[in-house]
T-cell receptor, first 113, second 113 residues
Framework: DQQVKQNSPSLSVQEGRISILNCDYTNSMFDYFLWYKKYPAEGPTFLISISSIKDKNEDGRFTVFLNKSAKHLSLHIVPSQPGDSAVYFCAASAIGRDDKIIFGKGTRLHILP | EAQVTQNPRYLITVTGKKLTVTCSQNMNHEYMSWYRQDPGLGLRQIYYSMNVEVTDKGDVPEGYKVSRKEKRNFPLILESPSPNQTSLYFC????????????FGSGTQLSVL
């Protein structure tokens, strides 16, 4: 039972354009969501997070949108840069329920010159 | 420098030979956890610890043990490794728990022959 789904294994975007990475979840108890970025041969690094009490959180070029009714979140990167080429993981947790974090399978983003 | 340190980076072993992967953090974090990353499966949580002497199972704990005798260290123990435990392992920590960003180590690539 995959509770956090990233249905696009890969995505290619032209440099300077918007990159949109999607994530769906099934567990309505999830109330905190995070995005991590991973380069080859390195550990994941935190990118941005959002609590279920919000529907948008912005940090520079990165914005995360949360649609609770659709159980869907998306990460927008504007403008996309070559250094954004990486694997992006969506993660979710249910604060107060347990202390587990569930990750999606990841989406590999390629920024094209 | 604030960091999570895993050792070793690479390990090749044989079935049944007990091994330990060490993890240490210097940020005085309460929460520590272990993940494995497999192709097509993303990151899956193995075990986590909310504090010293407090550990709990993640989603894929079978075949693994952990201990948290000191706040800074969280070793992962494979008592009798099997080939299906060949994977890329990551240790991570956060200040208080799952509602905060995780800091990841650089990973340990384990091959069990």
């Amino acid at each position: 039972d995959q509770q956090v789904k990233q249905n696009s294994p890969s995505l290619s975007v032209q440099e300077g354009r918007i990159s949109i990475l999607n994530c769906d979840y099934t567990n309505s108890m999830f109330d905190y969501f995070l995005w991590y970025k991973k380069y080859p041969a390195e550990g994941p690094t935190f990118l941005i997070s959002i609590s279920s009490i919000k529907d948008k959180n912005e940090d520079g070029r990165f914005t995360v949108f949360l649609n609770k009714s659709a159980k869907h979140l998306s990460l927008h990167i504007v403008p996309s840069q070559p250094g954004d080429s990486a694997v992006y993981f969506c993660a979710a947790s249910a604060i107060g329920r347990d202390d587990k974090i569930i990750f999606g399978k990841g989406t590999r983003l390629h920024i094209l010159p | 420098e604030a960091q999570v340190t895993q050792n070793p980076r690479y390990l090749i072993t044989v079935t049944g030979k007990k091994l330990t992967v060490t993890c240490s953090q210097n940020m005085n974090h309460e929460y520590m956890s272990w993940y494995r990353q497999d192709p097509g499966l993303g990151l899956r949580q193995i075990y986590y610890s909310m504090n010293v002497e407090v550990t709990d199972k993640g989603d894929v704990p079978e075949g693994y043990k952990v201990s948290r005798k000191e706040k800074r260290n969280f070793p992962l123990i494979l008592e009798s490794p099997s080939p299906n435990q060949t994977s890329l392992y990551f240790c991570a920590s956060s200040f208080e728990g799952i509602n905060e960003k995780l800091f990841f180590g650089s990973g340990t690539q384990l091959s069990v022959l």
